[in-house]
């Protein structure tokens, strides 16, 4: 469900094709790993992971108001847009029912917490291959 969520409010990928959108975000980061290593070591550091987040907020606040809430979503998907919401909620870390732009580059990374799975703040290639299988 997370995954699902974090996937339709579009919290991971940025200037992808529309095809590799589609894609549950893990297998995004695999398919996008160069373009996200922006330094080209091999590895994806929480401060790549974090510049992606913030060069995705403007697709993200699509009325430019610097909060994700439902007004950010088209009409015919307020209901959906209402549960999508609830179930990020994490990210709300003032608990105002909206989600900052700070709060959303900053925050809880849990699709990079849980393939970072030696904890060490970096996405080695085979630790995203791991968390894709």
Known sequence: MLRTTLLTLGLICTGLPAAAQSQDPIQQILANFDQIDS???GVISRAEYLDLQAARWPQIDRNGDGYLTEDDF???AANRARRQ???ASYLDANG???ISQSEFVNGPAPVFRNADSNADGFLTRSEVQAAAS
């Open 85 to 87: 919401l609830a179930e």
């Open 74 to 76: 088209p009409r015919f």
């Open 39 to 41: 330094n080209g070591d």
């Open 96 to 98: 105002d029912g909206r």
